[in-house]
Each structure stands twice: as structure tokens, then as C-alpha cells.
């Protein structure tokens, strides 16, 4: 039976949780040992995605992606996380495609498409 990338990672999560120092590392020399020995060294990126995902789902931490044309103002990102009850991780990306405003992802989830791109593009369908 084939391991899957979410299943390493959750497994790594679990041995390595209550570690630190010198055993963490034993533990994920291990890890990678056993990886070697199944042939999955090529899932490491995927494992360590599933691994991120499955350590703030643990620690009830949300991820929030901010794409947005600039840099955005400090007051503007400070009203974001005011915004929400829980632990947040912030990552933010500038793409002058937008032309302005933001798109905003929640745990890799679409939850607002404030773009310039966007509104012209529903723009150009409405009139077509």
C-alpha cells in the first residue's frame, strides 16, 4: 500500500511534536530513512505542504494570502487581522495584473476578489 504525502506528514507531525534538540533531529533523520527506504524522497514538498497545513489546522492557525497590486499600508493589514478571532499566518504578494484593490485566501479558499482586473472583467461580460 502506497503512502500518500498527507499521511507522512501527519505521521511526522505526530513522532515529532512533544520533541525537541538533539531527539527531533534523531527522529527526523529517521523520518527521512524511512522516505529513502520506500522510494518517496521525490514527496518531501508535498509532505512538507501537508505537514504546514496539518500543523496549523492543530493549532487552529489560519492562513491568509493577500495578492494585491502594491505594498499594501500597515493600518490597511493591521484592519485585516483585526478581523479575525483566531491565530492568523499572513503572506502577502504583490501582482501588478491586478491593477488595483486585493484578493484575499483563507486557508487556500477564494473569500474576496476586490481587484480592479476583476471588476473589469465582469464589466466586459455584462456588456457583452
Not at 76 to 104: A, H, P, R, T, W
Amino acid at each position: 500500500m502506497k503512502i500518500t504525502p498527507k499521511q507522512y506528514a501527519i505521521s511526522l507531525y505526530e513522532t515529532t511534536k512533544n520533541v525537541d534538540g538533539f531527539e527531533i533531529e534523531k527522529r527526523i533523520k529517521n523520518f527521512v530513512d524511512i522516505l529513502k527506504k520506500n522510494n518517496d524522497l521525490s514527496l518531501v514538498d508535498k509532505i512538507v505542504d501537508e505537514y504546514n497545513k496539518h500543523h496549523r489546522n492543530q493549532r487552529n492557525i489560519s492562513r491568509i494570502e493577500i495578492t494585491s497590486s502594491n505594498k499594501l499600508n500597515p493600518e490597511i493589514l493591521n484592519k485585516i487581522i483585526q478581523k479575525f478571532k483566531k491565530q492568523i499566518e499572513i503572506e502577502e504578494k504583490i501582482d501588478k495584473s491586478l491593477i488595483g484593490g486585493m484578493v484575499i485566501k483563507i486557508d487556500n479558499s477564494l473569500l474576496i476578489d476586490g481587484s480592479v482586473k476583476r471588476k473589469l472583467e465582469d464589466l466586459k461580460k455584462n456588456l457583452m
